[in-house]
């Protein structure tokens, strides 16, 4: 059984499981834990990394480090249209790169603020603990995110001008779709993937499509830029709608 290493929430994770499910590839999802689940990943993938992050696919004997491998296995393994045809990978990989840009303004945000959060904190507890203790693990959850924020190397004094990220992004995938195009590559595509999720960022989809606690949707919310980029979450929603399984 292919196994699949996730942050429920994360973004490249949603690109690894939308790939997958794409494809009709089954799977068994894990939950990663920051800091002390990286021996398990850095155990499967050896040396291929320096820095261990995930999503990080187990499948057929082989790890797959990140959400762009995991795209391309699937491509190879799974049935129906490929994600990154030949004729387009140039162009997707440009897309994926427009998208991991924009990311790293929204990775300074979140952790940034869930620091400031403590309902977010506690949503990052593993599953087993239960909610009255929750509160407890706070500094500890807090200790992680100093960690995340080291291991990326974001300041919460810089997630203002991080923030210009996100918008060049956007501004980017508007352009992209200018002329009302459903699709950026004329095709549904990982292009599309990788910049719907991007959108994670700006207002997370519905929860019948993934499903978050309300502290952890906050903090991924960003209200003003979602009104200023209301059509391209329109168009979000509806690549949901036409191409993701209700989870």
Not at 41 to 56: D, F, H, N, Y
Not at 109 to 128: C, G, H, T, W, Y
Not at 138 to 149: E, N, S
Not at 232 to 246: S, T
Request: glycine residues 8%; charged residues 25%; aromatic residues 8%.
């Amino acid at each position: 059984m292919r196994r699949l290493f996730v942050i429920h929430e994360s973004p490249w994770s949603e690109r690894a499981r939308w790939a997958l499910d794409h494809h009709g590839l089954r799977y068994s999802t894990v939950g990663h834990l920051p800091l002390l689940g990286e021996w398990q990943l850095r155990r499967l993938l050896g040396a291929k990394k320096e820095r261990i992050t995930v999503p990080v696919l187990a499948a057929d004997g082989s790890a797959y480090g990140d959400s762009w491998e995991i795209a391309l296995y699937a491509d190879r393994t799974g049935a129906g249209e490929k994600l990154v045809p030949s004729s387009l990978e140039g162009d997707v990989r440009h897309w994926n790169q427009v998208a991991d840009g924009g990311m790293g303004g929204v990775r300074a945000r979140v952790l940034a603020r869930m620091l400031e959060n403590p309902k977010s904190l506690d949503a990052q507890a593993p599953p087993f603990v239960p909610a009255w203790a929750r509160a407890l693990l706070r500094p500890t959850a807090k200790w992680v995110v100093r960690h995340l924020q080291r291991k990326y190397q974001t300041r919460s004094d810089e997630v203002g001008s991080n923030a210009m990220q996100l918008r060049a992004a956007l501004d980017t995938l508007r352009d992209g779709l200018k002329g009302n195009k459903r699709y950026l590559l004329g095709q549904f595509s990982y292009a599309d993937i990788a910049m719907a999720t991007l959108l994670q960022g700006v207002l997370p989809v519905s929860d019948l499509f993934l499903r978050l606690a309300p502290a952890v949707r906050d903090v991924w919310t960003e209200d003003a830029v979602a009104r200023d980029y209301a059509d391209l979450i329109a168009w979000r929603d509806d690549l949901y709608e036409r191409h993701r399984k209700v989870g």
